[in-house]
C-alpha cells in the first residue's frame, strides 16, 4: 500500500511542476506577442499562467509553513516533560479528595 501512495505522490508532484514549468514557459515565450486588443486569447491565457504560478507559489508556502509548525511543535515536545499515557491518578495512587 505504501509502495502505490509513494508512486501516485511521485506522479502527482511530477504533474505539479510540468504544470509549473510549462506555465512559466508560456508566459515567458508569448510575452512580446502581437496583441490584438482587449479580447486577446494570448494575454488571457497569460493571466491564467500567473494566476496558476502565483496559486501553486502560496499553496506551496502555506505546505512549507505547516511542516515548519509541526517540526516546531515536535522539538517542542520533545524538550517538554514526557507525557506517559499509562500514568493515571489511579496507577499513581493520588487521592483526589477536592
Request: net charge positive.
Amino acid at each position: 500500500m505504501t509502495n502505490k501512495r509513494r508512486i501516485i505522490s511521485i506522479l502527482m508532484i511530477l504533474l505539479i511542476v510540468f504544470v509549473l514549468v510549462s506555465s512559466f514557459w508560456f508566459i515567458l515565450h508569448e510575452t512580446h506577442h502581437d496583441c490584438t486588443g482587449e479580447d486577446c486569447p494570448v494575454c488571457a491565457m497569460i493571466a491564467i499562467c500567473r494566476n496558476t504560478l502565483k496559486t501553486v507559489l502560496i499553496a506551496l508556502l502555506l505546505v512549507l509553513s505547516a511542516l515548519a509548525s509541526r517540526s516546531a511543535g515536535r522539538a517542542f515536545v520533545s524538550s517538554s516533560a514526557q507525557f506517559n499515557p499509562e500514568e493515571t491518578p489511579v496507577s499513581l495512587k493520588v487521592k483526589l479528595l477536592n
